[in-house]
């Protein structure tokens, strides 16, 4: 199955760079690069699209703004945002937008495309520094006692959420902690519950703004 892909960089050599290493990717498609985030919102209900690779800084309106009008009229939509901006607050705006990963503009063009197919696999592609960020805030803020009365993470599930920032999949994570899938399974519905969100880039939001 082909993967279907929309750029959104405003340099022109990198967006042409990019439909290069997209095109000549096997099981990967090109379509649709724009330099302005306006002109790929407008477009979008025409595009059958799988993942968008969006800047963040762009003329006009911003990448994230983008990237939360692109989740509200494709909700399955995985957007991966491609940046040069390595602080905190930029990851966190991302992640709360909509964005299901969040790499650097220098990451290696092999990487990139890895970082494709692991968003189409239901991970989130993060970059090592971004990663250490978000664990970081939440070794940091992640208290044992509950938060404005909501339950306690346990030992094994902040274990858990440390793997999962990571960009670990299931199976990844019980063959690290020795344990089954589906008890991983068990253990992130019950992380999901206690931090009141459904998915994995909204709980790296929820720790990010904390």
Do not use: W
Not at 173 to 182: M, N, R, V
Not at 195 to 206: D, Q
């Amino acid at each position: 199955m082909t993967t279907r892909v929309v750029l959104v960089e405003d340099d022109d050599k990198i967006r042409n760079s990019l439909i290069v290493l997209i095109e000549g990717s096997e099981g990967m498609r090109c379509v649709g690069a724009y330099d302005r985030a306006e002109d790929a919102v407008r477009d979008f209900r025409t595009k059958d699209a799988d993942v968008v690779l969006m800047d963040i800084n762009l003329p006009g309106m911003q990448g994230t703004e983008a990237a939360a009008h692109l989740k509200e009229m494709k909700p399955d939509l995985q957007i991966i945002m491609l940046t040069v901006y390595e602080d905190s607050e930029k990851v966190f705006e991302s992640l709360e937008a909509g964005a299901s990963g969040y790499l650097l503009k220098r990451t290696p063009p092999d990487q990139l495309l890895n970082g494709i197919r692991e968003v189409m696999s239901g991970g989130s592609p993060m970059s090592p520094t971004i990663a250490r960020r978000v664990v970081q805030s939440f070794k940091k803020d992640a208290p044992r006692k509950s938060e404005a009365g909501r339950p306690a993470l346990s030992a094994r599930e902040e274990e858990i959420l440390n793997l999962l920032v990571k960009g670990r999949q299931y199976k990844e994570i019980g063959e690290a902690l020795f344990i089954s899938p589906s008890t991983v399974h068990t253990h992130l519905h019950s992380i999901y519950e206690k931090l009141h969100v459904r998915t994995r880039a909204e709980a790296m939001a929820k720790l990010m703004k904390r």
